[in-house]
């Protein structure tokens, strides 16, 4: 396939020639600087002054001191001399002959580069920038129509948005009223962005933060972010992207799904951020490795860019990315509480001497609350010194052990993770301020963490990390068994480590991809059987694949295979081969991808291995499909039912002929497909395949629904939906019981559909919970279906008012899972409420907004449905030509899809509007 290979030089000068309109303006923007064409480019800013350094040479550029947006001084910018944009106009000409390969409508072709622009902006309605694609055709082998979708204006969010992880409760607070004054002013003023609260450990830092968090709440929009050691950019990005989101801010998030780079996040954060007057409050950054997550710095520097939303970072020491100098930059140094506030603290602490406490402790927050609560001594407001003297040195061997433990474990835990400690010690502990119960579990302060983590061997150390794995192994959670791998490395127990990857590695893949890679790759290569070794990197491989390693994956997976014995080994190296197969499927390698399932096919013929072979047969159908040769799929389907019918192996049948009925119905041959459908159930029901049994019922379903057969097809949906259930699927079984209320509403039986949908949406049996983490949301997919067809049926019914006030909770379910799909169907439906209500103009607006997200999103399916939405109201309003406009792009996107029924029906009156 052809991959387009642009020079940095020619990237260079193509940049520069988008910059050429801004030569003139006093103010330019940051690209046209030799830091914004760095970040621009991805490249270094020393390789960037040398090819800026060469060009002036060569009279391609020359530069003027100019004022940056987002820039406090004047900075020097670069644009191209009459020489400079004749070479780039060359270089866009020679570039625009260039074959590169574009994929459309699930066809992949390969063509001039000036042609595929032209393609993309028929195919998405919005012409995208020469460089944009040039962008996109080098950051892989083929473009997609998908990644130039129209960027979605903000979307009206609630007025504020509040998200804290890890945030400190502040249960008492004391003095800090000169910091306070500052963080006020800098916070309601224009000049400063950025600030570092910064101190030594236990000195109030996270405190202070977190009482002007709660000074702030309800003022504007906060997000508050504790980090730890271990983070991944994933965990970060994640939470931060669902703030941006329900905040109206989509650009990072959609930058983020598309699978940029963190590099190119700068541009989408600026946007994100600019005029939102947010408050970002990033805790302990000193914990993660800078290099581990370059996104830090890039947050900073968009938020200043910004010149609304501020940054307020916690952190012993002052970040790498952080400047002390300049108007913008505001830096507050914690020292300790002054005399009178010292004295409070320690007066509500019941201190037995407060006098020689406040004295001790030099103010020291932490220390006060120490020595309130255990031995006064001697600090001379030495933190270390005192737990060296009066907590470490006098503390007994199993209160020793209880802190050794909780400087091992990543989070809060329950008393029986300290086994063989009697809850005594921990009481005793509390007592002292050494430890913390809360809801979460106890806990002990990061410095007692950090101080007994210092003072424990490192023998002792690995063999607390097992007992922990031990204790952890035992929860059920996916939570723990992340935390059971954790310990197993951590106390390189490789055993133990293989054990947990290979039994739980589909939970973590789909929980804790990130997380579980990096852990799993600090397992050894070298000890264990060959076997399981390769069992290993497949595991890898399978990761790298879910994080978007593809090529990663596929070294893996090589690798794994080569492990693999050709004789002993088959059936598990068809299975690698199986997986190479899919994952180049998966990136459109069709021929390659068709080569390894043939290869994993001949492997499980050779080994005897008839499921093998018909599982493959059905893969190699599926790739068939998706090229679009529906007789060659239908041939290959024919081969497996013959060969699954033969070895008696009924799921797979069933898998045969519900495909192949699902070919005849696509071919208009109903009874066949009927018939075939029907064979499909009952075998997946015999050998109580439940997942095989309620798809066959979700099609035969779809295909009644087609024959207008709505009492069957209700019966066969509710059928659908108890099988999903079986299955323990609920987010399947909620959507089947959502089509179920819709099909119920369609024939009249408005009060059984809504009574259907409430029920289930307000059982807890069917809700997610949250975990160790607080990675889950609270919502799925199946709740957004049911309370979508919660609205239709209430707006159907007349009930207005219930209406939109369910349409208030899909609005948070769609924040919650951070589809922007579903928050555009949200839009839809508010539309539709507002129009059965006489307010045309609110209905338009909110179709305005829907297609707006449908367009970054490249739904063109949702797309149909807006546009033809919208045609029929501007019928309403009497504007018939707005109406025809609309009803013509519907079926312009119908047409792009091959949805030939959808572009009839928008074209439908068209003729009789335009005779009007």
């Known amino acids: 396939m052809v991959r387009l290979v642009v020079s940095p030089y020619e990237r260079m000068l193509l940049h ?22 760095a970040q621009r480019l991805q490249i270094q800013i020393h390789a960037t002054s040398r090819a800026l350094a060469s060009m002036e040479t060569e009279g391609l550029i020359s530069d003027r001191l100019a004022h940056v947006r987002g820039a406090p001084k004047r900075r020097r910018a670069y644009f191209l001399t009459e020489k400079g944009r004749q070479a780039a106009a060359a270089i866009k000409a020679d570039i625009s002959k260039r074959k590169v390969a574009l994929e459309l409508e699930g066809r992949v072709t390969e063509q001039p580069f000036e042609d595929a622009i032209r393609n993309i902006a028929s195919a998405t309605g919005m012409t995208p920038t020469f460089n944009e694609v040039l962008d996109a055709a080098r950051a892989g082998d083929m473009l997609t129509s998908e990644s130039f979708s129209k960027p979605a204006s903000p979307r009206a969010a609630p007025e504020f948005v509040m998200r804290a992880q890890g945030r400190p409760s502040v249960d008492g607070f004391y003095g800090r009223e000169a910091e306070r004054k500052l963080l006020t002013e800098a916070i309601g003023g224009k ?12 000195i109030g830092k996270s405190t202070l933060a977190s009482r002007l968090f709660e000074e702030h709440s309800g003022k504007r929009s906060m997000f508050w972010y504790s980090f730890r050691d271990w983070e991944t950019e994933a965990s970060f990005l994640g939470a931060f992207t669902e703030f941006l989101d329900a905040s109206g801010r989509s650009a990072a998030s959609n930058a983020v799904r598309r699978r940029m780079p963190v590099s190119a996040l700068f541009g989408p954060l600026v946007d994100d951020l600019s005029g939102a007057d947010m408050l970002l409050f990033l805790d302990d950054v000193h914990k993660p490795v800078e290099k581990s997550l370059p996104v830090l710095p890039i947050v900073f520097e968009a938020a200043r860019v910004s010149r609304s939303t501020k940054v307020i970072l916690i952190s012993r020491s002052v970040p790498s990315f952080f400047s002390k100098s300049g108007p913008e930059s505001l830096t507050i140094e914690l020292s300790g509480l002054d005399r009178d506030s010292a004295w409070r603290m320690a007066q509500n602490l019941d201190a037995k001497d407060t006098i020689r406490v406040v004295d001790e402790s030099h103010g020291h927050p932490f220390l006060i609350r120490l020595m309130a609560k255990g031995a006064t001594g001697s600090a001379k407001g030495d933190l270390i010194a005192y737990i060296e003297k009066e907590v470490y040195s006098t503390i007994s061997e199993d209160e020793r052990k209880v802190l050794q433990l909780l400087s091992i474990f990543r989070h809060p835990v329950p008393a029986e993770a300290l086994s063989g400690v009697d809850y005594s010690v921990v009481a005793g502990l509390k007592q002292r301020a050494l430890v913390f119960e809360q809801e979460a579990g106890i806990s002990t302060h990061d410095l007692l963490t950090e101080f007994f983590s210092s003072r424990t061997n490192l023998e002792t150390k690995l063999a607390l990390h097992r007992q922990s794995a031990a204790y952890c192994e035992t929860r059920s959670d996916v939570e723990w068994k992340l935390e059971t791998l954790y310990h197993f490395v951590e ?3 490789w055993n133990g480590a293989r054990r947990i990857s290979l039994g739980a590695a589909t939970e973590l893949a789909n929980e804790f991809p990130e997380e579980s890679l990096a852990l799993i790759s600090k397992i050894p290569l070298v000890e264990g059987a060959q076997k399981e070794l390769a069992e290993l990197l497949f595991i890898r491989g399978q990761l790298h694949e879910a994080t978007g390693r593809a090529e990663s994956a596929l070294s893996d997976f090589e690798l794994s295979l080569s492990m693999l014995d050709t004789g002993t080994d ?51 159908s599926g790739v068939h499909m998706r090229k679009g040769d529906l007789d060659t799929a239908r041939e290959t389907y024919m081969k497996a039912l013959a060969l699954a019918t033969r070895a008696e192996n009924r799921p797979a049948q069933a898998a045969c002929l519900n495909n192949l009925g699902l070919l005849d119905w696509e071919r208009g041959r109903l009874k066949d497909a009927e018939v075939k459908l029907k064979e499909s159930i009952r075998l997946a029901h015999v050998v109580k395949d439940h997942i095989g049994e309620a798809k066959g019922l979700e099609n035969l379903a779809g295909l009644f629904r087609l024959e207008s057969r709505q009492s069957e097809m209700v019966s066969l949906l509710r059928e659908s939906s108890e099988a999903f259930r079986r299955a323990g699927e609920l987010v399947e079984f909620k959507r089947m019981q959502a089509a179920v209320a819709s099909a119920l509403g369609d024939q009249g039986g408005f009060a059984e559909g809504i009574e259907i949908c409430n029920r289930v949406l307000e059982n807890p049996e069917f809700r997610k919970r949250q975990g160790l983490f607080q990675r889950h949301s609270v919502y799925d997919t199946g709740d957004a279906a049911l309370s979508a067809a919660l609205v239709d049926l209430l707006r159907a019914s007349g009930d207005l008012k219930k209406a939109l006030r369910e349409l208030e909770r899909h609005s948070q379910i769609a924040r919650s899972i951070g589809d922007r799909s579903i928050v555009a169907r949200g839009m839809l439906m508010r539309s539709m409420v507002s ?18 997200v449908l367009r970054g999103e490249g739904n063109a399916e949702g797309l149909i449905a807006a546009n033809m939405r919208r045609g029929m109201v501007e019928e309403k309003r009497g504007n018939e030509e707005a109406a025809v406009a609309h009803y013509e792009e519907a079926a312009r996107q119908a047409e792009l899809v091959g949805n030939e029924f959808a572009r009839m029906l928008a074209l439908e009156n068209v003729p009789s509007l335009r005779k009007q």
């Open 570 to 620: 088959a059936d598990k190296r068809a299975a690698v081969l199986e997986a190479i197969a899919k994952l180049q499927s998966h990136v459109r390698r069709w021929s390659d991808s068709l080569s390894a399932h043939e290869k994993a096919l001949r492997l499980y013929e050779q080994s005897g291995d008839t499921d093998g072979q018909a599982r493959e047969l059905l893969n190699i």
């Open 835 to 852: 129009e059965a209500g006489g307010d045309l103009d609110t209905a338009i607006e909110m179709l305005d907004d829907a297609v707006d």
């Open 191 to 202: 000049e400063v962005s950025t600030v570092l609260i910064c101190g030594m450990p236990g």
């Open 491 to 493: 106390g390189r127990d």
């Open 16 to 37: 520069l020639a988008e910059m050429d309109r801004f030569r003139d303006d006093p103010e330019v923007p940051l690209g046209a600087s030799q830091e914004g064409i």
